[in-house]
């Protein structure tokens, strides 16, 4: 079946620092990849997304690559701030079907 | 503001309890979803309706019930047969099953049993 694999975390920058979260995903077909965003002690926010290879998703800063040669969906941001602290999850919707296979989540902190 | 309610935010429940979640949602989205969230377990699905009246097991339904009888409202109940009910649990909901990669979540529901 569908999967994603996230790089474990926590991840700890400092203020400035840049930021790369690892995906990778296995799936059949041709999924659609996500980004999503979870603060502390809210429900989840959606990031960013790329629907097919090669697309780039941008937001806030953040931006990842959908590269189908090495089934990644890598996140970075250049230059990360404390209120980018937060788990970050990784998805992917495979065509056809009708819901999400999330990875488990990476934590990232920022210190000033 | 359009969004999605959940309540209560943190609830107690006596072991051999059913407790039910609400969830409820005024975006006028079709598919609505619950999840668990344990610590780096990540999200896992438990339930799912595409439209009213109608609704599909996830990955870890045992244990739990779900109804859609209004297009805004889906709410969950956790029965005595779930074995381990402590978690976190959201709800979101997208346009329909084509966008069901654009989730709405709501701020979620921390469940304890004692």
């Known amino acids: 079946g569908d999967s994603v694999t996230q790089m474990e975390g926590p991840v700890t920058l400092s203020e400035e620092a840049f930021l790369t979260i690892n995906c990778t995903y296995t799936?059949?077909?041709?999924?659609?990849l996500f980004w999503y965003v979870q603060y502390p002690g809210e429900g989840l926010q959606l990031l960013l997304k790329?629907?097919?290879?090669?697309d780039k998703g941008s937001n806030k800063g953040f931006e990842a690559t959908y590269r189908k040669e090495t089934t990644s969906f890598h996140l970075e941001k250049g230059s990360v701030q404390v209120s980018d602290s937060a788990v970050y999850f990784c998805?992917?919707?495979?065509?056809?079907?009708?819901?999400?296979?999330f990875g488990k989540g990476t934590m990232l902190l920022v210190s000033p | 503001d359009g969004g999605i309610t959940q309540s209560p935010k943190y609830l107690f429940r006596k072991e051999g309890q059913n407790v039910t979640l609400s969830c409820e949602q005024n975006?006028?989205?079709?598919?609505m979803y619950w999840y668990r969230q344990d610590p780096g377990q990540g999200l896992r699905l438990i339930y799912y309706?595409?439209?009213?009246?109608?609704?599909q097991k996830g990955d870890i339904a045992e244990g739990y019930s779900v109804s859609r009888e209004k297009k805004e409202s889906f709410p969950l109940t956790v029965t005595s047969a779930q074995k381990n009910p402590t978690a976190f649990y959201l709800c979101?909901?997208?346009?329909?099953?084509?966008?069901?990669?654009?989730?709405?979540f709501g701020e979620g529901s921390r469940l304890t049993v004692l």
């Open positions: 979101a909901s997208s346009r329909d099953v084509l966008q069901a990669g654009e989730l709405f």
């Open positions: 309706s595409q439209i009213v009246n109608d609704f």
């Open positions: 975006l006028n989205h079709d598919a």
């Open positions: 998805a992917l919707r495979n065509s056809g079907y009708s819901t999400l296979t």
């Open positions: 790329a629907t097919k290879a090669d």
């Open positions: 799936a059949t077909g041709y999924p659609s």
